[in-house]
């Protein structure tokens, strides 16, 4: 199929090239005019009615008061139908929860609401509507062009039949789930939090124990703290200790400035013989002597790095005997957020996408 008729069969494709984005309201109409098909609403049968299905959806995603406004109704209405079908005590989310949930909730509604209530459920005015659809990763292409034709919803009391309906579903989600539906679990984006604190978390397993040839660093090791000419700052190694222990319970301490002849001592150092590309490093372990070299500052951080990361596998401060080296392979590192929020960091500095403890 060439590109004359690919475009003949999708004209929507061809209306959005020809007129570089109308509205997306005004390209649906336009769509409309010109012939092409809405398409239907996927059914859900095994609802009672799309008010059931509604609620069921957006139990989670919306706060009540929110969803009693889209409906038209009160507040124990909702919390009336959503009961009738089992789901548990109906938690309310944090701005900041409503804030990052916005796709799921264009995603679910997307063939339950037209776009005037889907836009009065997210708490958006057309232009903010219409621009995360154009400009959040192509999620008017993700969703299929057209929304699916949705009459307005609004609350009418269940029918008899609706109720009957609404009860064997209860019935099955307690039969299913049984009291574990009213555990109250984790709060949405709670690892948000955790990831942008950059205080370190317990992480040690009470239980384990060190295997042979591994080193314990639980008690009686120091951080031989470098000179002043060294190039390694001391907050390096403030922050070293500190997840040692605050992750590992280790008591470890940070030595004296000079001191160099400590026993059990952890020691740290530059070399840019270690490799040509900057991040390079090597961790040599001993029984009674870790050293800790970086080609760079980088090197020597991503050493830290690969220490934290080998004692939370082994869920604890132990570490094997040799000599690892590692050289960079890739240079500059990238990373990516996979909790950024669509926006500008550089003008709302409260959706920062790359906080201090997730770069840590």
């Known amino acids: ?48 009615d799309r008010l059931h299905l509604f609620i069921w959806r957006n139990w989670e995603l919306a706060n009540t008061d929110r969803l009693a406004q889209v409906l038209g109704t009160t507040r124990a209405k909702v919390l009336e139908v959503g009961a009738s079908m089992g789901l548990p005590k109906k938690a309310e989310l944090t701005p900041d929860q409503l ?17 005037e209530q889907l836009m009065q459920l997210l708490g958006w005015d057309t232009k903010e509507y219409e621009y995360h659809l154009k400009e959040d990763d192509f999620l008017w292409i993700k969703l299929g062009l057209l929304k699916p034709r949705c009459e307005p919803l609004r609350f009418k009391e269940p029918s008899p039949e609706a109720k009957r309906r609404a009860q064997e579903i209860k ?35 009470s239980q384990g124990r060190p295997v042979e040839n591994e080193v314990d660093l639980t008690r009686g090791w120091t951080l031989a703290r470098p000179a ?18 605050r992750a590992m319970a280790c008591e470890a301490r940070l030595g004296a400035e000079g001191k160099s002849a400590e026993a059990r001592a952890m020691r740290f150092s530059l070399n840019p013989d270690l490799g040509k590309a900057p991040g390079c490093f090597e961790v040599r372990v001993e029984a009674d002597e870790i050293r800790v070299m970086g080609s760079d500052l980088d090197g020597l951080r991503q050493a830290l790095y690969y220490l934290q990361d080998q004692m939370e596998s082994r869920e604890g401060p132990y570490m094997p005997m040799g000599t690892v080296r590692r050289d960079t392979q890739l240079n ?12 500008d960091p550089l003008m709302e500095a409260d959706i920062d996408p790359f906080p201090d403890g997730f770069l840590e």
């Open 1 to 48: 199929m060439d590109r004359r008729d690919f475009l003949a069969r999708n004209p929507l494709y061809a209306l959005v090239l020809a007129d570089s984005w109308p509205s997306w309201l005004r390209a649906q109409q336009i769509s409309l005019e010109r012939g092409t098909p809405t398409p239907e609403p996927i059914p859900e049968p095994h609802f009672p």
């Open 228 to 245: 002043k000419d060294s190039g390694i700052p001391f907050a390096l190694l403030e922050r070293f200790q500190s997840y040692l222990e």
């Open 171 to 205: 019935r099955l989600v307690e039969e299913t789930l049984g009291s574990s539906i009213h555990e109250v679990g984790e709060p949405a984006f709670a690892f948000v939090q955790q990831l942008s604190d950059a205080k370190p978390i317990l992480s040690r397993d």
């Open 332 to 343: 500059p590192r990238y990373v990516y957020s996979y909790f950024a929020l669509y926006g």
């Open 99 to 115: 804030r990052r949930i916005y796709i799921t909730v264009i995603r679910q509604n997307w063939h339950v609401l037209p776009d």
